[in-house]
């Protein structure tokens, strides 16, 4: 038996699963408060409720990072204000008695497509989840990449232009700050602060979801803000590409729900800067398949890989 | 035993082992004429003179690439005109009657280090060769990183700025278009053309040797030319490390030979553009340890890798 751990800035969920099973046989959701103290507390409790009477092997754990999987310490993440340097990994090991695996949400969702959705039978894996911010998780030869400080694949810092804006984690130029959800927003807040017309208003709370549904009633500023974010991305997609030559490319998060508005700029952006053809050879571009549960899956993987 | 081969552009060289030793019982080197008819002959000879009396297990070869490891094929490399599509390793493996096992020079020189040099005991490396081109090798988790169509680590080909200057691959912007000893020639024939003062003249034939003499006789030009090659390496470096987390850096190729004009102004840039300063922990940055020796020890790694 595996518990399995996604925590999240807004919920955190818990589930029990049976060997060689996906569907958990118990199941909670609890809010993360994640600003206010007692979040541990409130996993504990959540792991608890969802404790079966059978022998637990291991826990597994999806977090925000950036994090160290090989301590199992959160080293400080934007979305839980209180965990800095926090060993959830060895604290929850003492509190329930058995070993805890973690790692970050994007490896864990990247490594849950392979076993269990998109990626199935693909030796080498590239997922990337594009929503306020971008994440990645790589399968090398069958193996999750996970690097000596268990902080490889962050693939939404890889600088794509150092003259580009800022990123969220306080540098220029990642692929982030050209291609999240929140650079599509703030790339609109620009450009109608400097006078262009839009359907869409200047606002600080625009939502990639709004533009594109701007997008879709041909605004021209929203169309070109996807086609801008497109064209980077397929910039960056050619650099993991010429990196890690992958067989299938996978894409999560909210953004890559807006589907051609996104994904025909990037697809023609990434044939023009591919460093050679031969790597799009039978290569799989393709959305998740596991949506919302990636995070937990991903987790029991982990948990059932290190505890095997 | 084991054939290891090493296929330069000026080059070939080919040496027999014995199981558990580096040192060759036979070697040979020839002119591989690369761009005159009949270099498979050269090298099928070159090999038959070196044939041990004892059992060949399997020979390995480090070419230049594209090629692809896994059909034994160099797709089209520029050093040698008439290898286009060219099948080395079946054509070998049919005349010796042994299996061939082969990929491209950084990748080899990077396994060599990784089993043999610099880079023994660790776990997850990234090696960058530094000479007319920027290569790459990458072992990932004691794995050597090849991908799908065996095209993974191209780390040269990595778009670093997409205002960038042309590349020899025909792209743009490409970490090797700025920091490799082509490109240093290259911008210092440019501030030339365009008016900079230097003890330098300008001549397509400058080689990164003598823009470092002039710039350790203080030469403000050749200095600007090294600095602005380690600061986009700083950069360059810094997506490497977030995208592997390697725990060992390995430099090798002859302009990494010049020190400080290039390193110190490389280290600046990289803790200027780190994505967490975590990755630097613990990090080993270090000169290659085989010199010329690389490409055919890699040859022997992969050979004894693949035939046990």
Redesign the interface.
Known sequence: MIVAIDIGGTHIRVAAYEPDSTKPIAQTRVPSLANQPGVFDRLSQAVESVWPRQKVDAIGIASPG?L?PYTGTI?DTPNIEEWVNFPVGPKLSERFGVPVFLDNDANMAGLAEWQFGAGKG???LVYLTISTGIGGGVI??D?L???????????G???????GPPCG?G?KG?IESFSSGTAIARYVNDQLKAGQKSTLQTDPGLSARQIADAALNRDALAISAFERAGHYLG?AV??YL??????ILIFGGGVSQVGDLLFKPFEASLRE?I??L??L??LVITKAALGDDAGLLGALALARMRAA
């Open positions: 950036p160290d080293l693909h030796h080498n090398c030869h193996q990449l996970q690097g000596s400080h268990g902080m490889g694949a962050e693939l810092h890889m600088i794509v232009d150092p003259d984690c540098h990642h910039m050619a650099n010429a990196i890690f030559d992958p067989s800067h460093f050679h031969h790597y050879d039978n």
